[in-house]
């Protein structure tokens, strides 16, 4: 067995962007959660390793990040993937910079790449400046981002302000030049001292082309799009099978539920739309959590005897109106904290009654079910919307599960999720 790529993602749900993006390029990829403490599983080309280093200080993004490839080096990969988020999100305190040089050092290599590009999602890169969409980064939404504001758009300075190793440019005429180009672009700025180079693509072209050149690199660090340009490598070298039947998973049969934590509109839609669907559903309220209610003993009485005909969903999900009302009450992180316990003991008590099969909305409410449910990893399956792909938990017992962060998925996603496991 041969782990190929080994990944170390900064968030959760951008390891499953990830995951999905190799798995749709043909490489059988496992999703793992947090630093793992068991050995790769068997028949995996790819392993993405979730960490939560996006925004905590940088020696713990670091230590962490160093942890995760540790585990990726003795699983012996050949090549290294540091994932962060599409718009470059950082500080001038990292944690892009310090995680990149990090592993840099301990790979012992001299140069890599930095390209968060993915120009179908329209992440764009150009002469070194990011676009989200039609405009720079730094008149995007993102310069107001709470935690990581991107007021500059140029890369090759943001990450300058962030490592003491010199920045460079890879720029579009070389990138459309093709691979070759490409890597005697990398020899001559190696040759000038520069150590990582931001590369700029436009297209999914590009991708293909700079995922080319990085075959001989121990360590890229990119977006989620370059994914799409390395499993070509491994092809080529025999290292990977042609077929792309990377998402073929058994999933296991047994009862359905959805859960649903998540407020943000498209999950509010998605939640009517069930309703009216004629479908049952339970609300949960925060303030009768707050006052003592048992809502985790009064959900499963409900849900139990629908579970052999129907689909129950349970949800916390409420208007913005509501959601004001139950923080000014409770605060914030108290409603948040009582609402993700309460959906994960629900989620418990379905697994023991024999759901195999569950759908979880929420990017916080997702990490909070898993964390109950004890699961450490996930075979990434078949994508239902962009971005939101069925997986299969790893260890006992197993469960399918669709994990979708707040705005993704259309309408009918709690529906439309049972009629694309396969
Ligand atoms: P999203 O992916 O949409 O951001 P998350 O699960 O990450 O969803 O975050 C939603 C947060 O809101 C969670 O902490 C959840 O517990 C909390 N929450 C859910 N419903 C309510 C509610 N009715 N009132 C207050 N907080 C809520």
Known sequence: MTLLLGCIADDFTGATDLAGMLVRAGMRTVQ??????????????????????????????????????????????????????????????????????????????????ACPAFPENKRTIFKGYLFVGDVLLSESGMRDHPLTPMKDANLVRVLQRQTDRKVGLISHDTVRSGPNAIVSRMDSLRSEGIEIAIVDATSNEDLMRIGAACTGLPLVTAGSGIALGLPQNFRKTGLLKQEATADQLSFPQGLRAVISGSCSVATQAQVADYIDEGRPAFAVDPLRLAAGADVVGEALEWATPLLRDATPLIYATASPDSVKMVQTQLGAERAGALVEQTLSAIAQGLVERGVRQLVVAGGETSGAVVAALGVKGLHIGPQIDPGVPWTMSLGEPSLALALKSGNFGTVDFFTKAWRNLP
């Not at 960490?51 to 670091?62: G, I, N």
């Not at 592993?103 to 140069?111: D, E």
Request: glycine share 4%.
């Open 32 to 113: 793992m959660i947090g630093v793992p403490e068991t050995p790769v599983p068997p028949d995996v080309d790819a392993v993405v390793i979730a960490l939560k280093s996006r925004t905590t200080p940088a020696d713990d993004a670091v230590r962490e990040s160093l942890a995760a490839l540790k585990w990726l080096q003795a699983a012996g990969c050949h090549q290294v993937y540091f994932k962060y988020c599409s718009t470059f999100d950082s500080t001038d305190a990292g944690n892009i910079g310090p995680v990149t040089d990090a592993l840099m050092r301990a790979l012992n290599t001299r140069f890599t790449i």
